[in-house]
């Protein structure tokens, strides 16, 4: 109707056209002057005109068209006129990055704000409905369906929380989309509330999955709450240098990461059963990640519960990092002695002895978290292993019946065994033994030591490794060739080949074996000072003693795991905000375990257990730090992964609704064209004016129009 | 006849005579009369106001003797004195289709020819002779001079009876004139001068070359000069009845521009030629002009 009005556009032609007809007459003595006037001003007042009335014209069109209140409207938008009903589905982010707290508010506050916001532009006529997913590291959906009560879906929105888990977008979306194929509704929406984290993205991307949706795909809309450079300290993990054991010094490590700007100065506060312990600053930078150590000694053993925490930031969660510390007495070792001596420097064992206690030289018992105890080989049917934890056999011919009955036994219980072969190993009766992790054939390298072999390929991850330990100057002179087991695992191997150190495991325990001796006559091992951090390594590993702090990650399994006979004794679990739960040991093979699932609260779990099952001092658990990383994937890759998805990507959040709106109901374009309109009504004013105006150029009136001519250097118009 | 008496008379309005009855207009340059008057003669006489010497002849008067030059040189100079005659004014007056214009009720002509009959009231009541010649492509009316009264009102009913319409052509009006004058005299231009200046000029020239003290009344209206208009109109050219449509308040500057170029044009033009030049808005009262313009040029006379 509007548009009829477009016809007003012929009211400047009209004027312009009777402008140029119409006119008073007026006589006058002589026109000899105007003729000159009109020659010269002709031009100028034809531009004039002409640019007046077209732009008359363009706020005539301007304003008829604005009052027509146009909307564009896009392929989509056509597709769904306002009135269409609607079925959207909420996505809202809530693992715990949207705790990120901005200005008094965190993510999370916003993003439930700028649902409300959504939730809103529903109408109740158009019986829209709408379903609210919370995406954390799972999809949970807070209706099983549909809903059409928005205010009900409103309120349950207001009391969603924070999750303590990382994000996952694929499983919401896949949810998400699986929902719109269960409605009819014409018009279908995905709104994704989340801080865009590069991370939680990735498998998605990878995935693919959404390309794959078929026709007509729902629109995807994304707002960002998240803001790129957002600051944040967290502890990713920790790790206990060397062993924890009462009375000696322990070297906690905390690797420490930040991201986005801020300042890269901070203080680690370590707690020991809450309270504070020791208190470290350090600097830390985005990309370098920070490893802060605090060192901290326990004089009893015992489980301690500890805890280092970073300066409080803007994200609180990830700045404390809880776990337990067990505390043991002395590690003790048995070491069997294959060639003894009486001259103690001879012993095949010296070198080992003295490398696991260097105290023992003084006399001294303190100063080493490992006590070896040497026995002969003949001494081992007689020696009860219970109290140990660790065996090491150094070059023995052989092993009889009782032996081998006895070892088998020590290692399906957990016990761990070290060989150290020599020249005195009968390879052909080791081969028989049902424990040996590889088949021994014969002796290589010469015993006149005029050639040795060297380390070649190590497994750099193995914890007997561990901080580079350099073995290349080491020399071999001789050592048995041996082909590892299938189920067995080779650490480290000579350069031209044939391993050195192999492991497997064997019932509960392990078994790792040297192909050359503990003593100088087949390697210069001893020698090298790298040959004491070696051994306690390996004894560290192979007692089990390097894992001796625990800390779960939220969401990871706990278990409880006793011998079977305690499986009639239930464990009782609480977590830190007081929850009682009660669980019930299953037998599994010769154990009784029980796994505890809930660990969803990050922060200390207490455990009342029988002392016999693992982690029945309690356990804690963190945040899992993946989620702690702020950095936002690129809105251009997004939109490049996203593109043909009938996806929008809203750059503030804020205007979400009313942006979802206009996508609606189309583009409103009349606000621009008013907007547009007033603009061609100064443009007009200007220009009637300018070139009516006159300057004084050297003393004399002239046209601006002239004037500005003149200064262009084309001089005064004729 | 009666009605033509009638309207010219109200050239010579009381307001009018009462300006003039205490004015004269002197000749700047010397005129040739025919009788002893108020202006200086080309003849040289024995007047009271030396002129020169000339060798005595026989006859002479000896009481113009310059005894002085006699008994320093020995020899007879006669004392010559300035001749006073009688002034013979032309007033040309331009009755082209331009004159007849009139913003504010008086058309140019009509101004003009309150100003002809001003200046022949003062000349004739001073007892000189003026004449008549009413152009404008050409000689339309031509009054000798003369100076009785019934002359004067004869000149003043062949004004009424002009209506100003033709096409002007100033120059030939003016050469035609310069040719038929044969003794020098005062020429009084009355008009628009709507002409191409340089034709005009020369007419003018010719005048003066022929010795003759020549005043140019420029006559212009007040739209004229000043070109108050702000509607955009299509103006009607008088004289020629061309049409032209313009946005006055768009040229109203250039106008300013090209009226200012041409009257500089005329000014600096009889200045150079020694013709006395006054440009007269006809808002102005020709009663007050004429007695202004004549006080004022008594003074420099």
Redesign the interface.
Known sequence: MFLVGLGALSVPVIIHLM??TK????????????????R??AR??RLKQLILMALRMLLLALIVLGMAKPVIQSEDTAASPADLSTAMVLIIDNSYSMGYREEGKTRLDRAKSVAADLLDTLKESNEDEVLVIMMNKKAEPLHQEFQRDVASVKAAVRRAKLSNHGTEVSSALSMAYAAMHRTSKPRREIHLLTDLQFYSWEKLLEMNFIKAEEEPRPRLFISSFGRPKSHNSFIRNISVSGTAVGGIGSKILAEVETVGAGSPDNVITLSVNSKKKEQAPFTVRPGAPAQVPVEVSFDEPGTYRCSVALNKDSLTVDDTFEFSLTVDDRVTVLCVDGDPSSVASLSETFFLNVALNPASLTGLRAGSAIEPNTISLGELSRTSLDAYKCVIICNAPLLNGNELVKIEAFLKSGGSLILFLGDRVRAREYNEWDFIPATLSDVTGRADKRSFMSFGRISPRHPIFAGNLDLRTTKVFRCFNAKPHDKARTIAELRNGPPVIIERDYGTGRVMMITTSADLAWSSLPLRRIFVPLVHRMVTYMSGRKAMFHAYSVGNTVEFRALARHYDKSIKVVTPKGAATYLRPQINGSYAVATFTDTVEPGRYKVVAHPDFSNCNGFSVNPDVKESDLTMIQTRTLEKELEGLNATILKVPGKAAAEVAESREGWKLWPLLFKLGLLFFCIEILVANL??R?VEHEG????LFDYLKLRRGGGLAE | MRTARADSRRFLSPEMLKKMAHLSIKSRTVVEGSVTGAHRSPYKGFSTEFADHREYVKGDDLKHLDWRIYARSERHYIKQYEENTNLKAYILIDSSGSMAYASNGMSKYEYACYLTAGLSYTIINQQDSAGLAIFDEKIQNYFPPKSTVSHLRAMLDALVEVRPAAETDTSVALHTMAEMLKRRGMIVIISDLMDEPEHVIKGLAHFKQRRHDVIVFHVLDDYELNFPFEKNSEFLDMETGERIRVAPKEIKQEYAQELTQFLDTYKRACFENGIDYVTINTKIRPEVFLAAYLTGRAKLT
């Open positions: 402008h140029s006119a008073q007459v007026v006589r006058f003595g002589t026109i000899r002057f105007l003729k000159n006037c009109q010269r001003a100028r007042t070139f009516s006159t004399l009136q002239m046209p």
